[in-house]
C-alpha cells in the first residue's frame, strides 16, 4: 500500500486542497481535507470541485489498491450526487471498490462533513499498464 502514499505526494491538486490521506486498507482509501478559503464557492460553503476531487482520488486510490503493481488507474467516469453543502470542514471521502474485474473496476465515495454526507459518487476506474 506504500504506492498509494508515494502516488497521492505527487498529486499537485491535493496539495492545493490541502487534503492527506487518513487510511489504507485493499478496496478502501479515506482522504481528508480542511474547507479553505481558497475552495469555497460564493456563499462560503465548499466548492462542489473540491468534493468531486477528493471524492474521485479517495475513490481511484481504492481502486489502485486491488490492482497488481504493474498498474496504475485512471477515471473513465465518475457521478455525483451532491446532497448537502460542505459547511464546516475537514471533509472526508471514502472511497471503496465495489466490483473489481479485469477491464474495470466499479468504484464508489461518500464524502461527508463531520456526520453528514455531503455527497455520493459511483463511478468506473480502469487499469492502465506502466
Given at each position: 500500500?506504500?504506492?498509494?502514499?508515494?502516488?497521492?505526494?505527487r498529486?499537485?491538486?491535493?496539495?492545493t486542497?490541502?487534503?492527506?490521506?487518513?487510511?489504507?486498507?485493499?478496496?478502501?482509501?479515506?482522504?481528508?481535507?480542511?474547507?479553505?478559503?481558497?475552495?469555497?464557492?460564493?456563499h462560503?460553503?465548499?466548492?462542489?470541485?473540491m468534493?468531486?476531487?477528493?471524492?474521485?482520488?479517495?475513490?481511484?486510490?481504492?481502486?489502485?489498491?486491488?490492482?497488481?503493481?504493474d498498474?496504475?488507474?485512471?477515471?473513465?467516469?465518475?457521478?455525483?450526487?451532491?446532497l448537502?453543502?460542505?459547511?464546516?470542514?475537514p471533509?472526508?471521502?471514502?472511497?471503496?471498490?465495489?466490483?473489481?474485474g479485469?477491464r474495470?473496476?466499479?468504484?464508489?465515495?461518500?464524502v461527508?462533513?463531520?456526520?453528514?454526507?455531503?455527497?455520493?459518487?459511483?463511478?468506473t476506474?480502469?487499469?492502465?499498464?506502466?
Amino acid at each position: 500500500m506504500q504506492r498509494i502514499y508515494k502516488s497521492f505526494e505527487r498529486q499537485t491538486m491535493m496539495k492545493t486542497l490541502g487534503a492527506s490521506i487518513t487510511k489504507v486498507k485493499k478496496g478502501l482509501v479515506e482522504i481528508a481535507a480542511p474547507i479553505l478559503e481558497s475552495s469555497k464557492q460564493q456563499h462560503g460553503f465548499s466548492h462542489a470541485g473540491m468534493i468531486f476531487s477528493i471524492g474521485d482520488s479517495a475513490a481511484g486510490y481504492a481502486a489502485l489498491s486491488v490492482m497488481e503493481n504493474d498498474f496504475e488507474v485512471l477515471t473513465v467516469e465518475m457521478k455525483i450526487n451532491l446532497l448537502a453543502p460542505g459547511r464546516h470542514g475537514p471533509l472526508r471521502a471514502i472511497g471503496t471498490v465495489e466490483k473489481s474485474g479485469r477491464r474495470l473496476v466499479i468504484v464508489r465515495a461518500d464524502v461527508f462533513d463531520g456526520e453528514t454526507k455531503v455527497a455520493l459518487m459511483q463511478g468506473t476506474m480502469i487499469p492502465v499498464k506502466i
